[in-house]
């Protein structure tokens, strides 16, 4: 079954840190690239970070740059979302994405709740 599994989401305080697992499984992973977009509630899907298939670039939205980190690791098909200094405006349902051109899998999302 192809799926990918978000965890890690809990309430932190503002300026805490958290780090998300995203665990794929029934496909390549090693041949996507990941993505981690979130979705406030009432807000449209935003980009968050983005991998290559081997790990070897990142890039990031304006709003997490220097806070969040993104990394895989391909022989445990998971990626990874390291988020430090959190504010209240990052709190949402955080979502993995596999993309490989026209094959886009998509997570349930995990929920990430910070507190001033």
């Known amino acids: 079954q192809v799926q990918l599994v978000e965890s890690g989401g809990k309430l932190v305080q503002s300026g805490g840190s958290l780090r998300l697992s995203c665990a794929a499984s029934?496909?390549?992973?090693?041949?996507?690239?990941m993505s981690w977009y979130r979705q406030a509630p009432g807000k449209e899907r935003e980009w968050v970070a983005f991998i290559t298939s081997t790990g070897d670039a990142t890039n990031y939205a304006d709003s997490v740059e220097g806070r969040f980190f993104i990394s895989r690791d391909n022989a445990e098909n998971t990626v990874y979302l390291q988020m430090n200094d959190l504010k209240p405006e990052d709190t949402a349902v955080y979502l993995c994405n596999a993309d490989r051109g026209l094959s886009r899998i998509w997570g349930q999302g995990t929920q990430v709740t910070v507190s001033s």
């Open positions: 029934g496909f390549s992973f090693s041949s996507y690239t």
